[in-house]
């Protein structure tokens, strides 16, 4: 596990909620729009804007399919490489950071330590699981 794939699952995971609610407006704009009859739609014409509307959620939908692919592709390499480590705890902050993207307020709460505790641990984890190319 390298940092450049916990950057890129992070991305990926923000790229795949903001297309989702994208898709989610398109969605809620077309369904409160009268769709068109046949006979009333223009044959050949420029700017036929249902028709736009309707192209655009594909594209959206499409785009979104294959940034989650690759996200997925990146959480199995990240959780592989936290599968690896022995310690529970230390698993479950790699977790909590990693892949719930939590900050390390949320993760001392989670697991009941300090903060600065928290971040020391995983230094020294971060430190070891990148260096011996865990996963």
Not at 62 to 85: F, G, H, L, M, P
Not at 101 to 114: Q, V
């Amino acid at each position: 596990m390298l940092k450049r794939d916990l950057w890129k699952f992070r991305d990926l995971s923000e790229a795949c909620e903001n297309l989702e609610k994208r898709i989610k407006r398109k969605e809620r704009k077309l369904s409160s729009v009268k769709s068109p009859r046949a006979t009333d739609i223009p044959r050949h014409s420029e700017g036929n804007d249902f028709a736009d509307e309707i192209a655009e959620l594909e594209e959206l939908r499409v785009e979104y399919q294959k940034k989650c692919t690759s996200r997925n592709e990146s959480y199995c390499i990240i959780n592989d490489a936290i599968s690896k480590v022995k310690d529970y705890q230390n698993k479950e902050i790699l977790r909590l950071r990693h892949i719930h993207f939590m900050t390390w307020n949320e993760i001392a709460d989670e697991l009941g330590f300090e903060e600065s505790t928290v971040r020391k641990k995983y230094a020294k984890l971060f430190d070891h699981v990148l260096k011996t190319d865990v996963g």
